[in-house]
């Protein structure tokens, strides 16, 4: 959810903006751009190599979705989702629907698809989305990649789950170490972390999973929340109220 704990832990919304388009090295396509009622950040990642993609959290807005895809000549072959709250997966099912691409999150998040009238409810949406169970899921250690080019010298563009509960309990985010790139969904934010108040939510469990698997990366890796704008694991360590 979009909400976040401010320094005197009211809850603030962000809508700061992030970089529209980011080319990390020269075959990664990386397109961010806000998605939805909460302005969720959806993230294509592309290998202009093998035009295979990635899409990261389609909460909504599957028509501009599918044109960035198109502009870049690039085909989803995997749905990946932070977390199973309504303003990140909402669209998953649809951009399934149209592309024919799995749907992956971690299984500890069902409990969160089940209550998604619920979820609906706190938007004040009349209808819930349809949201299936994953194809796969997302654990802690597992590696997605994208097919790269037959002919090509360079590795795969590869992102490593780091299981990250707190937030929810099935939160992961997706670590591109070859790219210093972190997709942190809603468990950290530039000077702040995610909420802990909804169904699943635990504070330390949220802290933990920040210290114990973010904060030991290195401090240039620029990190894409879920929400709001960039920042680094660096500054966030020197910064974070929430962290230091
Ligand atoms: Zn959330």
Not at 178 to 206: E, K, M, Q, W
Request: proline share 9%; hydrophobic share 40%; charged share 20%.
């Amino acid at each position: 959810m979009l909400l976040l704990r401010s320094r005197d832990s009211r809850l603030t919304p962000a809508f700061a903006p992030v970089p529209r388009s980011l080319y990390l090295e020269p075959h990664m396509i990386h397109e961010v751009f806000p998605v939805g009622l909460l302005q969720c950040n959806c993230s294509i990642l592309g290998d202009e190599r093998s035009g295979e993609a990635i899409v990261v959290d389609p909460g909504d807005d599957i028509p501009r979705i599918l044109a960035i895809l198109q502009r870049h000549n690039l085909r989803v072959t995997q749905i990946l989702i932070t977390h199973a709250h309504i303003d990140h997966i909402a669209g998953a099912a649809r951009l399934k629907a149209l592309t024919g691409a799995p749907i992956l999150y971690n299984s500890r998040d069902l409990d969160l698809v089940k209550i998604m009238d619920m979820q609906a409810s706190w938007l004040g949406l009349a209808r819930a989305p349809d949201v299936p169970p994953p194809d796969d899921t997302l654990d802690e250690g597992r590696i997605i990649t994208l097919a790269t080019a037959p002919d090509s010298t360079k590795p795969p563009i590869a992102a490593h789950v780091l299981h990250t509960p707190g937030h929810t309990q099935g939160s992961v985010c997706l670590y591109l170490p070859d790219h210093s790139l972190l997709l942190a969904g809603d468990t950290l934010f530039a000077g702040s972390v995610g909420r802990t108040d909804l169904p699943g939510g635990d504070t330390n469990t949220l802290l933990r999973s920040i210290h114990h698997k973010l904060l030991p990366l290195p401090d240039a890796t620029v990190v894409i929340p879920g929400h709001g704008p960039s920042t680094t694991i660096g500054d966030e360590r020197a910064t974070n109220p929430f962290l230091i």
